[in-house]
């Protein structure tokens, strides 16, 4: 039994270097990151405006399903000769178009980017 048991280490000390370990890993995460540029602000303004969009395209084309689904149901019960309740009035599916990024962000990101050098002439 003794052959088992490492003479370096005691569970003590294996504690207290993992602690250690873990303690400087966890200071790590604490680390205050830079305040995010113009460029960056633009960029997740423009990332967050395509989201939105794409969260109403989602929403317009489960709308358009949705009324498709219901219209089959209605066309297949009536075949059936089954008795229907009135159809419920909803709102219309509002189509959102385009996407068209904000004004001031595209502005931004255009002003960020690095203009090309001017072409220098040879001697």
Same mark, same amino acid.
């Given at each position: 039994?003794?052959?088992?048991?490492?003479?370096?280490?005691?569970?003590?000390?294996?504690?207290?270097?993992?602690?250690?370990? /873990?303690?400087?890993? =966890?200071?790590? +995460?604490?680390? @205050?990151?830079?305040? *995010?540029?113009? #460029?960056?602000? !633009?960029? &997740?303004?423009?990332?967050?405006?395509?989201?939105?969009?794409?969260?109403?395209?989602?929403?317009?084309?489960?709308?358009?399903?949705?009324?498709?689904?219901?219209? /089959?149901?209605?066309? =297949?019960?009536? +075949?059936?000769? @089954?008795?229907?309740? *009135?159809?419920? #009035?909803?709102? !219309?599916? &509002?189509?959102?178009?385009?996407?068209?990024?904000?004004?001031?962000?595209?502005?931004?990101?255009?002003?960020?980017?690095?203009?090309?050098?001017?072409?220098?002439?040879?001697?």
């Amino acid at each position: 039994m003794r052959l088992l048991r490492s003479p370096h280490f005691s569970r003590l000390s294996l504690g207290l270097l993992l602690g250690g370990v /873990g303690l400087m890993a =966890s200071s790590a +995460a604490w680390a @205050k990151l830079p305040a *995010p540029t113009d #460029e960056a602000k !633009a960029k &997740a303004a423009v990332t967050a405006a395509k989201t939105a969009w794409t969260d109403k395209v989602s929403a317009y084309q489960l709308c358009q399903s949705m009324n498709r689904v219901a219209e /089959g149901y209605r066309k =297949s019960a009536k +075949a059936a000769g @089954k008795e229907l309740q *009135p159809v419920v #009035e909803t709102p !219309a599916c &509002a189509d959102p178009g385009p996407f068209v990024p904000p004004e001031a962000a595209v502005s931004a990101v255009a002003a960020a980017a690095p203009a090309a050098p001017a072409a220098q002439p040879k001697k």
